[in-house]
T-cell receptor, first 115, second 111 residues
Framework: DSGVTQTPKHLITATGQRVTLRCSPRSGDLSVYWYQQSLDQGLQFLIQYYNGEERAKGNILERFSAQQFPDLHSELNLSSLELGDSALYFC??????????????FGEGSRLTVL | DQQVKQNSPSLSVQEGRISILNCDYTNSMFDYFLWYKKYPAEGPTFLISISSIKDKNEDGRFTVFLNKSAKHLSLHIVPSQPGDSAVYFCAASAWDGKLTFGQGTILTVHP
């Protein structure tokens, strides 16, 4: 158990819909990262928050947005969903603002299926 | 633009033998490299890392080698065990701390 909690574990929805994925980081971790893993793809970095503020942005679509709340949990909002958005979405957390020299702790992921 | 590449989608090894997983990168600004392991229905877990100032880091059965001139790193597992069967991701970071992952290699260790 990494200590990172993601909900829901599975989600099936239709194209054009909007969903919210939730992540609770490990106790004491200030950074939250979101990654997307599509079929046969590696983990694609989406966005990072540190103590409530956006720290780094990756290949995140404009239809996607995220935020980190004062209690440090984070939400990833995916809107106008397309079939290609079907993927595993991982949340990870770390103590530091920089994930480079410190390990990231990953949740079990939220599997999104868009029909 | 795949800055971190794992060109072997899968690797099959006999129990007790050595497993060698390879990773290539293109960004010369990367200064820290990590390997993560992922079992089905679980999130990736950190395995071992290496700073760019080193060329080798060892932790039990796991050793990571870094060849900066070739922009190549490898993970050696010896001896391999059936429990090592998993997907292995190589990752790299630069000054911004953002981790860039490879596509992963599925390792299967046969008893």
């Amino acid at each position: 158990d990494s200590g990172v909690t993601q909900t829901p574990k599975h989600l099936i929805t239709a194209t054009g819909q909007r969903v919210t994925l939730r992540c609770s980081p490990r106790s004491g971790d200030l950074s939250v990262y979101w990654y997307q893993q599509s079929l046969d793809q590696g983990l694609q970095f989406l966005i990072q928050y540190y103590n409530g503020e956006e720290r780094a942005k990756g290949n995140i679509l404009e239809r996607f947005s995220a935020q980190q709340f004062p209690d440090l949990h984070s939400e990833l909002n995916l809107s106008s969903l397309e079939l290609g958005d079907s993927a595993l979405y991982f949340c990870a957390s770390s103590v530091a603002s920089s994930g480079g020299s410190g390990e990231l702790f990953f949740g079990e992921g939220s599997r999104l299926t868009v029909l | 633009d795949q800055q971190v590449k794992q060109n072997s989608p899968s690797l099959s090894v006999q129990e007790g033998r050595i497993s060698i997983l390879n990773c290539d990168y293109t960004n010369s600004m990367f200064d820290y490299f990590l390997w993560y392991k992922k079992y089905p229905a679980e999130g990736p877990t950190f395995l071992i890392s290496i700073s760019s100032i080193k060329d080798k880091n060892e932790d039990g059965r796991f050793t990571v080698f870094l060849n900066k001139s070739a922009k190549h790193l490898s993970l050696h597992i010896v001896p391999s065990q059936p429990g090592d069967s998993a997907v292995y991701f190589c990752a790299a970071s630069a000054w911004d701390g953002k981790l860039t992952f490879g596509q992963g290699t599925i390792l299967t260790v046969h008893p």
